[in-house]
């Protein structure tokens, strides 16, 4: 069984330009979950989507957006990038339900010059 | 007051010794717990979770819920210096279907 893929691994973008991540989840996982990871600050969590409806949103600008297609593969994407939003971006994903344990891809690392 | 709450560490501790993470919640009412493991520049890797107060054992892992103290615990026995990383802990609230992740504690275990 495949586990969650994301793409691409590394990427370097400018400031002021736009980038979009893609995730595919586990086979039958529904959720995927978006997270922002730099140094000292943890996971921050960006937002969830289920079933291609966005159903929890963390504190995060309106730069940043998402969408979940009817495959439940995600894409994320920031706009107008700033050098703050170098990070790791995490994707996760998981069955629906309260008792269900989320699991990550590899991650995108993003180096905003 | 956080939801998740963690010591960032560095928690130093001898190899062969027990390493004990601690970590605490503010949702009375959360039903499940997880803890995952980080490595540097890695994703996070899910090595635990637990539904029920008491312990759960899983080789050198044990974990432990306190629902009434609101604490889960995660225990390594036998450290080695492959337990070297950082330990997420993270808990699915009742009022939320999300995860929500503690910002995690250091460990390294030295030889």
């Known amino acids: 069984k495949a586990g969650v893929t994301q793409t691409p691994r590394y990427l370097i973008k400018t400031r002021g330009q736009q980038v979009t991540l893609s995730c595919s989840p586990i086979?039958?996982?529904?959720?995927v979950s978006w997270y922002q990871q730099t140094p000292g600050q943890g996971l921050q969590f960006l937002f969830e989507y289920f079933s291609e409806t966005q159903r929890n949103k963390g504190n995060f600008p309106g730069r940043f957006s998402g969408r979940q297609f009817s495959n439940s593969r995600s894409e994320m994407n920031v706009s107008t990038l700033e050098l703050g939003d170098s990070a790791l971006y995490l994707c996760?994903?998981?069955?629906?339900?309260?008792?269900?344990?989320?699991?990550f891809g590899q991650g995108t690392r993003l180096t905003v010059v | 007051q956080k939801e998740v709450e963690q010591n960032s560490g560095p928690l130093s501790v001898p190899e062969g010794a027990i390493a004990s993470l601690n970590c605490t919640y503010s949702?009375?009412?959360?039903?499940?717990f997880f803890w995952y493991r980080q490595y540097s520049g890695k994703s996070p890797e899910l090595i635990m979770f637990?539904?029920?107060?008491g312990d759960k054992e899983d080789g050198r892992f044990t974990a432990q819920l306190n629902k009434a103290s609101q604490y889960v615990s995660l225990l390594i026995r036998d450290s080695q210096p492959s337990d070297s990383a950082t330990y997420l802990c993270?808990?699915?609230?009742?009022?939320?279907?999300?995860?929500?992740f503690g910002s995690g504690t250091r460990l390294s275990i030295r030889p």
């Open positions: 993270a808990v699915i609230p009742s009022s939320a279907s999300k995860i929500i």
């Open positions: 949702d009375r009412g959360s039903q499940s």
């Open positions: 637990i539904y029920s107060n």
């Open positions: 996760a994903s998981s069955h629906q339900g309260q008792n269900t344990e989320a699991f």
């Open positions: 086979s039958g996982h529904r959720s």
